[in-house]
């Protein structure tokens, strides 16, 4: 595939560290911090404290408080400061502090960070990149837990990137700094310290015994709209991202499903040839988010493949979602679409 | 299903009632300004640029003036300007109001879809324009066409994208007058309301962040500072001490809604800067050198990082909101006749006439040259088309700079839509 494996060389020698998520992203910030001066990092809580999931622990004592700030707690303001940043000619990194915050900012990224270089036939542009933890499985309750990740691709002129793993948050996160236009950058928070599998019942593993947790120092980056295949398979194509990328895994391994597994790490631009090249070998297609099942992702994904693949699929294409509810807090398990609903859509799907 | 008790079911207490603010005047009705409390010109004190931010508090309830009923300039605000820079602020204001007037016979002649006029707020942009430094950037909303006339920008240029004709600078994408110049230092106009402000703020900090000289300025109308955005700008300006100048403008009418459904029947809006802290003014509109010296102030102020100020310019818009308008059907006739600000051209005429260094001959010639400038603007334009006639940009521009490069489905696209025009006109080359 030539999707896989596009590590660049020269980093098979670097030496790295094994990091969590965590530990990946903010040494993503202190390497664009210390290589470009125009790089600012800004948000609720994120400067002295080093913000609530520590992701920038030690940057403002590393990049003096000019560069890496707290900020009122007002969306709206962090992203609308954000584009007056951008157009002056720094390379804002604002944080939102869960997802389920943004909604303020949503005008200043809609209908300005979008459309400035369109409006302005490229004069001004807005190459902020707007950190999030998102996702659920952390007990976080209805505003603590969301996924509204199909909010941001059905943007025109935002790009919407997920890592699953530390080595990729690193390199997409220097990819999505050092891009000229405005990016969100989706952090799927229940992987931060492990690689979830969905067996909320089960001790997490931490990233440490986790291949992808080898992550090189100093820079290196991963381009956008570039698909990783987890696992070659022959029985069908699982399309996924994020904390689903880790649970869709998991249950293949435990049912012994030859699945081809596929992390779109970025939703927009979407990497559809590999996603096609695959559907197409395999004849078969299941998509797997987190987020509400009605309008999601998967729906795009599905009229795509529908679209590309209807030659070659060999049964009907299976979303598997969240449900179409607020994220309710006791019964968050319930909600979340895991080993379960996965097992029943897989035996659904490969018996067809 | 509802628990709350019904009205009546509360022993003696008063039914709660609903205000809904209504304007004093509408269509037909006499209009007396007796209570606006206007308060003579020369008689507000001018505190140090670096003052305490308080100290400018009273004078966010009161009115900076400096042109005065015998149309002298007076008092501590008078910016003292020579006699050849009040000359070209008039000769600007002019040829803005010279421009609109044409814009405006041109969207009903059909050649462009949209046009928004600035009569008799002229002094409101083009006054800060000469008071600000020429680098200075400014986040305007849609009603500053005096900023970019004032900083140099070219009519045929701004005609240019009124008619989104083939030579568009913004290649045909932005509603009439939503206009950009980077290089004039004038931020895109987004057509939503009020995101320009922390916009406005995000640049000031970017500038101090960086140890740069130059400060940033934004423009709001009074209707629209109820947006959050506004807040957002205040909130963040204060807490960074950011060098900004926020201009509300305050033409007392958003669209059919009067200033009331702003805040307006409780205080001013420049009072608004009392609750953030940071300084306020509030200045007569109608006065150029008012607004001019309000600015400078405001200006002098951020660059010797003594942060924002919130101006009030207190003015009248004297005409509809734009061309689909029609302000017939909801407020006084009288309102502009009667208003007792009056307008902002005459009054600085009438300044440069008492100085001896003006006359009514030389501005009646100035106003025949200005309509012929703008008369000539409009033909080199119209070379390029007017809306809808087919001088427009290439169709493939349409999917270019949604991204920095053309994605593949936007490619895909474009196919389609160049496609679709071959098969409604097979013989349609671009």
Known sequence: MSTIEEAPVSLHDAPSKRMNMIEAINDAL??????????????????????????????QKKHGSRRVFDTPINECGIIGVAVGMGAYGLRPVPEIQFADYIYPGMDQLISEAARL????????????TVRSPFGGGIFGGQTHSQSPEALFTHVAGLKTVIPATPYDAKGLLISAIEDNDPVIFFEPKRIYNGPFTGYYDKPVEPWARHDDSAVPEGYYNIPLGKARTVRHGEALTILAYGTMVHVVSAVCAE????AEIIDLRTLVPLDIEAVEKSVQKTGKCMIVHEATRTSGFGAELSAQVQERCFYHLEAPIERVTGFDTPYPHSLEWAYFPGPVRIGEALDRILKA | MTDIAPAHGRGNLPPLSLHVPEPKYRPGDKVDYTDLGIPPAGAQPRPDEQCAAAETHPLCLDMVRVLGEDHRAVGPWDPRLDPETLRRMLRTMALTRAFDDRMFRGQRQGKTSFYMKCTGEEATSVAPAFALADDDMVFPSYRQQGILIARGYPLTEMINQIYSNRADKLKGRQLPIMYSSRAHHFFTISGNLATQYPQAVGWAMASAIKGDTRIAASWIGEGSSAEGDFHAALTFAAVFNAPVVFNVVNNQWAISSFSGFAGAERTTFAARAIGYGIAGLRVDGNDALAVYAATQWAANRARANM?????EHFTYRAEGHSTSDDPAGYRSAQEREEWPLG??????????????????????????????????????????????????????TMFEDVFEELPAHLEEQAEQAIRERRIKWPEWEE
Do not use: C, Q
Not at chain 1, 255 to 258: E, I, M, N, P, R
Not at chain 2, 307 to 311: C, E
């Open chain 1, 255 to 258: 049912k012994g499903v030859d």
């Open chain 1, 30 to 59: 202190d390497v664009m911090l210390t290589r470009d001066a125009d790089v600012v990092v800004f948000g609720e809580d994120i400067g002295f404290f080093g913000g609530v999931f520590r992701a920038t622990a030690g940057l």
């Open chain 2, 307 to 311: 942060g924002p100020t919130l101006i």
């Open chain 1, 117 to 128: 270089r369109y409006r302005s036939a490229g004069e001004f542009i807005a190459p902020l």
């Open chain 2, 343 to 396: 307008d902002p051209i005459m009054r600085l005429k009438r300044h440069l006439v008492a100085l001896g260094e003006w006359t009514d001959e030389a501005h009646a010639e100035m106003d025949r040259e200005l309509a012929e400038m703008v008369k000539a603007a409009t033909k080199e334009a119209e070379k390029n088309g007017v809306l809808g006639h087919g001088l427009h940009h290439p169709f493939h």
